[in-house]
Each structure stands twice: as structure tokens, then as C-alpha cells.
């Protein structure tokens, strides 16, 4: 059985009764795991403490004397003992977190903070004290302010070696405690949200894009990425994993996809935005290049494998890492599409429209449980059957809202019966 592993963060959520009190722990595979998630910026707080330097995140909330930030946060760095606690009450198999490249290295390379490194390693030892999994993402966007000022961050291929030295540091020093490694977040929805946006991090206000740039910087920025994320994983085979049996995979934003109608436009336009949406980090993982469709469509705006680039590429990834909030039926007709606004000429590229299934909007996410379904056999189908972490899914709640949330019960109920369905 291929190993799946369900974590919610943000646990929140599409009404379907269907599969309340159907399963119990036992009804999943032994090596199937139950945890929560988070990130270190979502998380931790202590954004100035013990040496941590600032993070593109901390110096774009701070704009504008905002206190919209995570400068206390969940206060996680001082509260891990409270909340690892929490977890294994609830029973938590395990917990996924990210290592705040700025709080570990501060100068982003060099010299690494003892109060930073202290902290990483209590946290992981508390875990396994109580049982629990853990689970260390490398990168979750908080790219440490200095390498945003010398070089521009992902659209500079010299973001390829600091990365990579970046990783190094934290096999070698967590190594031995910690078996699971994504090493980018949601690397599609990063690169089209960050490069691609009219917006990036570490500038106050956000760095405004030309649409020349948004035209190649997304696909720029996905290059590097899966380059640094290659070349960490290719010196974890050869310098940890003999020793440490660990498995180190890339996280993507999956949207689940549906045609809209029967009609062939829409089977052809669905394929269009799964080679984009999907196929453009995993295809490389697997064969080594893009797919055709986006070589075609893009010409010299996407950026071109080596072939030493490609051997490296290709297989770097022992698991696909799954985020998902969203569930939409494409079509080749012009329709509303809420998701286009996120980045309209990425989605202009695709050449098809999205229309959200559910209650969903745009910022109020529907996960809708087939969607689920749909994407797990698709990467399945698609991609050589890779294993499968699902990291991230849910349905926001509005704050303040009852803690007799009957809607998010039943939503991780049917969620939890989607993936029962797509690994039995």
C-alpha cells in the first residue's frame, strides 16, 4: 500500500453526511498518518528574539505599522511544551512544521544561531518524547530578508546554493530524529502568487511587477525552485540517507479538476490546466522536462533543463506532498472564474476557465471531498504512483464563530472517507 498521510491545518470546512462514524483508525494502513501542520511564521512568534533576523513575511506585515503579523503568533516558540501536549492528548500521530531559515541562519548563509538551532532540536525531541511524527518542511515562503535585498530570492539562480547549504544544515543537525522532509510549500501556488501576483514579499510596500515580468518571472521562479529542490535532494542521497532512511518530496497546490460538461472542449481544456496546475513541477520529477503543452504555449518564457539538469530533476522527489483547498469544474467557454483573479495571466496561459464547485470564493475555500479523490488517482495515473502526503486542507470559519461547528465535523468526516475511498 502506498503510504498516504493526512494532516489538517486550518482544519475548517463542505457538508457531506455520508460518511460519519463510518471509519475508525483501524480501517486506514499502519503506516497511514494522522497529524496537524503549521509554519513557522503561522506559528511561532518570537520574530526578534534569540537572534532570529527578519524574514521577507516580517518585513512586509510591518509596513505601514500594520499589526496584521505574525510577530507573536501562535507564540509557539515559547508555548511548544503546551501545544505538543495538545497534540498527543488529541492523539496525533504526527506534526508538520517549517524551519525558519532566518531564526537557523540569519545572514541566510553562514553562521548558524545556537538559540535558533536549540529551539528546532527541543521541539523535535518533544515530539518524539510523545510519540509523535515529525514532519519538517524546509521552505514556507519565509525567505530570510538579506538574500531578498543581495539577489531578488527565487528568480536568481544563485538561490540554488544557498538553499541547498540552507538544507544541509538542517539534515545534518535534525537528521536523525526527522524522516520526512518536503522541501518547498505549495511550489506551484508560490511561484504563481509571489512572481506572478503583482506582488512580492520583502518590500514595503509589495514590489510591483511590469507584465513582462509576471509573464516570465513565475516560470523563472518555478525553475529555480525545482533546481534547488533537486540539488538538496540529491545531496541527501548521497551525504544522509544511507544513514539517516529518510524521504525527502516537493509540496504542490493541487486544485481538484472536474470538466464542466461532457463536451470535448472541456475534457481538453481540463487537460490543459492539469499539465499546468500539476504536470509543471511533476512532470520534471519524473521524466525530466515539462510537458509539451506548456513548452508549446509558452516558447522561450519557460525556462530549459541541462541535460545535467534534467538527470537531476528526474526522481529527486521520493513523495508528492498535497495541499488542497479547492475544487473547480474547467471549461474552454469564457465563464466567471474567481481563481483567474489570482494571477490572470498564468491562467491566460492555461487557456481555460475555472469555475469554483461548492459554496466556494475566492478566499473562502471548498475543498469538496471528490475533488480529493480526483487529484489522488490523477497523480496516481499520471506520475508513476508516487507515495502521498496530504499536508494541508480544510475550510476557513469565521472568527469568533461557536465551537459547536457542526460544518467542520462533518467536513473532516467526509474528507477522511475521500481518501479512505482512494486508497482502498
Given at each position: 500500500?502506498?503510504?498516504?498521510?493526512?494532516?489538517?491545518?486550518?482544519?475548517?470546512?463542505?457538508?457531506?453526511?455520508?460518511?460519519?462514524?463510518a471509519?475508525?483508525r483501524?480501517?486506514?494502513?499502519?503506516?497511514?498518518?494522522?497529524?496537524?501542520?503549521?509554519?513557522?511564521?503561522?506559528?511561532?512568534?518570537?520574530?526578534?528574539?534569540?537572534?532570529k533576523?527578519?524574514?521577507?513575511?516580517?518585513?512586509?506585515?510591518h509596513?505601514?505599522?500594520?499589526?496584521?503579523?505574525?510577530?507573536?503568533?501562535?507564540?509557539?516558540?515559547?508555548?511548544?511544551?503546551?501545544?505538543?501536549?495538545?497534540?498527543?492528548?488529541?492523539?496525533?500521530?504526527?506534526f508538520?512544521?517549517?524551519?525558519?531559515?532566518?531564526?537557523?541562519?540569519?545572514?541566510?548563509?553562514?553562521r548558524?544561531?545556537?538559540?535558533?538551532?536549540?529551539?528546532?532540536?527541543?521541539?523535535?525531541k518533544?515530539?518524539?518524547?510523545?510519540?509523535?511524527?515529525?514532519?519538517?518542511?524546509?521552505?514556507?515562503?519565509?525567505?530570510?530578508?538579506?538574500?531578498?535585498?543581495?539577489?531578488?530570492?527565487?528568480?536568481?539562480r544563485?538561490?540554488?546554493?544557498d538553499?541547498?547549504?540552507?538544507a544541509?544544515?538542517?539534515?545534518?543537525?535534525?537528521?536523525?530524529?526527522?524522516?520526512?522532509?518536503?522541501?518547498?510549500?505549495?511550489?506551484?501556488?508560490?511561484?504563481?502568487?509571489?512572481?506572478?501576483?503583482?506582488?512580492?514579499?520583502?518590500?514595503?510596500?509589495?514590489?510591483?511587477?511590469?507584465?513582462?515580468?509576471?509573464?516570465?518571472?513565475?516560470?523563472?521562479?518555478?525553475?529555480?525552485?525545482l533546481?534547488a529542490?533537486?540539488?538538496?535532494?540529491?545531496?541527501?542521497k548521497?551525504?544522509?540517507?544511507?544513514?539517516?532512511?529518510?524521504?525527502?518530496?516537493?509540496?504542490?497546490?493541487?486544485?481538484?479538476?472536474?470538466?464542466?460538461?461532457?463536451?470535448?472542449?472541456?475534457?481538453?481544456?481540463?487537460?490543459?490546466?492539469?499539465?499546468?496546475?500539476?504536470?509543471?513541477?511533476?512532470?520534471?520529477?519524473?521524466?525530466?522536462?515539462?510537458?509539451?503543452?506548456?513548452?508549446?504555449?509558452?516558447?522561450?518564457?519557460?525556462?530549459?533543463?541541462?541535460?545535467?539538469?534534467?538527470k537531476?530533476?528526474?526522481?529527486?522527489?521520493?513523495?508528492?506532498?498535497?495541499?488542497?483547498?479547492?475544487?473547480?469544474?474547467?471549461?474552454?467557454?469564457?465563464a466567471?472564474?474567481?481563481?483567474?483573479?489570482?494571477?490572470?495571466?498564468?491562467?491566460?496561459?492555461?487557456?481555460?476557465?475555472?469555475?469554483?464547485?461548492?459554496?466556494?470564493?475566492?478566499?473562502?475555500?471548498?475543498?469538496?471531498?471528490?475533488?480529493?479523490?480526483?487529484?489522488?488517482?490523477?497523480?496516481?495515473?499520471?506520475?508513476?504512483?508516487?507515495?502521498?502526503?496530504?499536508?494541508?486542507?480544510?475550510?476557513?470559519?469565521?472568527?469568533?464563530?461557536?465551537?459547536?461547528?457542526?460544518?467542520r465535523?462533518?467536513?473532516?468526516?467526509?474528507?477522511?472517507?475521500?481518501?479512505?475511498?482512494?486508497?482502498?
Amino acid at each position: 500500500m502506498k503510504p498516504f498521510s493526512q494532516f489538517f491545518v486550518f482544519v475548517v470546512t463542505v457538508s457531506a453526511t455520508s460518511y460519519i462514524d463510518a471509519f475508525t483508525r483501524n480501517d486506514f494502513p499502519n503506516d497511514f498518518l494522522f497529524g496537524a501542520a503549521t509554519s513557522a511564521y503561522q506559528w511561532e512568534g518570537a520574530f526578534d528574539e534569540d537572534g532570529k533576523s527578519p524574514s521577507v513575511w516580517d518585513t512586509t506585515s510591518h509596513c505601514d505599522s500594520g499589526s496584521n503579523n505574525g510577530d507573536i503568533a501562535c507564540d509557539g516558540y515559547h508555548k511548544y511544551k503546551e501545544d505538543v501536549m495538545l497534540m498527543a492528548e488529541m492523539g496525533l500521530e504526527s506534526f508538520r512544521f517549517s524551519i525558519s531559515w532566518s531564526r537557523l541562519i540569519p545572514n541566510g548563509r553562514g553562521r548558524i544561531n545556537p538559540k535558533g538551532l536549540l529551539f528546532y532540536k527541543n521541539l523535535i525531541k518533544e515530539l518524539r518524547s510523545h510519540g509523535i511524527e515529525p514532519q519538517v518542511t524546509l521552505y514556507h515562503y519565509d525567505l530570510p530578508q538579506s538574500l531578498e535585498d543581495e539577489y531578488g530570492g527565487w528568480i536568481n539562480r544563485k538561490i540554488i546554493e544557498d538553499f541547498t547549504a540552507f538544507a544541509d544544515v538542517c539534515f545534518r543537525e535534525f537528521g536523525e530524529d526527522v524522516k520526512l522532509w518536503t522541501k518547498i510549500n505549495e511550489a506551484t501556488l508560490f511561484a504563481i502568487g509571489s512572481y506572478g501576483d503583482g506582488m512580492r514579499y520583502g518590500h514595503c510596500p509589495p514590489m510591483n511587477y511590469s507584465t513582462a515580468n509576471v509573464c516570465t518571472e513565475t516560470y523563472i521562479a518555478g525553475h529555480n525552485m525545482l533546481l534547488a529542490h533537486s540539488s538538496a535532494s540529491n545531496l541527501y542521497k548521497l551525504k544522509y540517507k544511507t544513514k539517516q532512511r529518510g524521504s525527502v518530496g516537493l509540496s504542490i497546490y493541487a486544485y481538484g479538476l472536474s470538466p464542466y460538461t461532457d463536451s470535448k472542449d472541456d475534457e481538453t481544456a481540463t487537460e490543459r490546466a492539469e499539465a499546468f496546475l500539476f504536470g509543471w513541477m511533476l512532470k520534471p520529477l519524473v521524466v525530466g522536462d515539462y510537458p509539451d503543452i506548456m513548452k508549446r504555449t509558452l516558447g522561450s518564457r519557460l525556462p530549459v533543463f541541462s541535460e545535467e539538469e534534467s538527470k537531476q530533476v528526474k526522481g529527486s522527489s521520493d513523495f508528492v506532498g498535497v495541499v488542497h483547498y479547492n475544487t473547480f469544474y474547467v471549461t474552454n467557454r469564457p465563464a466567471p472564474s474567481l481563481v483567474t483573479s489570482i494571477n490572470k495571466l498564468f491562467f491566460a496561459d492555461i487557456g481555460a476557465y475555472l469555475i469554483a464547485a461548492g459554496n466556494a470564493s475566492l478566499f473562502e475555500f471548498d475543498a469538496v471531498p471528490w475533488g480529493l479523490e480526483g487529484i489522488l488517482q490523477h497523480i496516481k495515473q499520471s506520475y508513476n504512483n508516487p507515495p502521498i502526503y496530504i499536508l494541508e486542507n480544510g475550510k476557513p470559519m469565521k472568527h469568533g464563530s461557536t465551537l459547536q461547528d457542526t460544518p467542520r465535523a462533518e467536513f473532516i468526516q467526509a474528507y477522511i472517507g475521500a481518501v479512505h475511498n482512494a486508497i482502498t
